[in-house]
Nanobody, 128 residues
Framework: EDYLVESGGGLVQAGGSLRLSCATS????????IGWYRQAPGKEREGVAA????????WYADSVKGRFTIASDSAQKTVLLQMTNLKPEDTAVYYC?????????????????????WGRGTQVTVSG
């Protein structure tokens, strides 16, 4: 069963925008933290952004603050990542993930890959 399905990746020029979507199913959407991590070739996994559906708290990696915005839709059970002012260093496979823990540990969960659920990923390529 695919609990998380990503869409919206693609090729964009530096300075451009993309919106990623994560469709969820099979777990209680409103009690989880849901968000994104990414992995570029030869690099470690990196937490990108997350939202805690229980309390609305959000978390962003320093590298994306001010450029990326995460939002969730309870009716559609989806999580969106609006990415603006994209840079070549944003190039990576972006994965949606979910866990019952809070967003404060999202970066650690990405590094240690301890998410409860994760998707198959969507490629984002930023040409410079």
């Amino acid at each position: 069963e695919d609990y998380l399905v990503e869409s919206g990746g693609g090729l964009v020029q530096a300075g451009g925008s993309l919106r990623l979507s994560c469709a969820t199913s099979g777990f209680p959407f409103d009690t989880y933290s849901i968000g994104w991590y990414r992995q570029a070739p030869g690099k470690e996994r990196e937490g990108v952004a997350a939202i805690n559906r229980r309390d609305g708290n959000t978390w962003y990696a320093d590298s994306v603050k001010g450029r990326f915005t995460i939002a969730s839709d309870s009716a559609q059970k989806t999580v969106l990542l609006q990415m603006t002012n994209l840079k070549p260093e944003d190039t990576a496979v972006y994965y949606c993930a979910a866990d019952r823990r809070g967003v404060a540990v999202w970066s650690t969960m990405a590094e240690k890959f301890t998410f409860e659920y994760w998707g198959r990923g969507t490629q984002v390529t930023v040409s410079g």
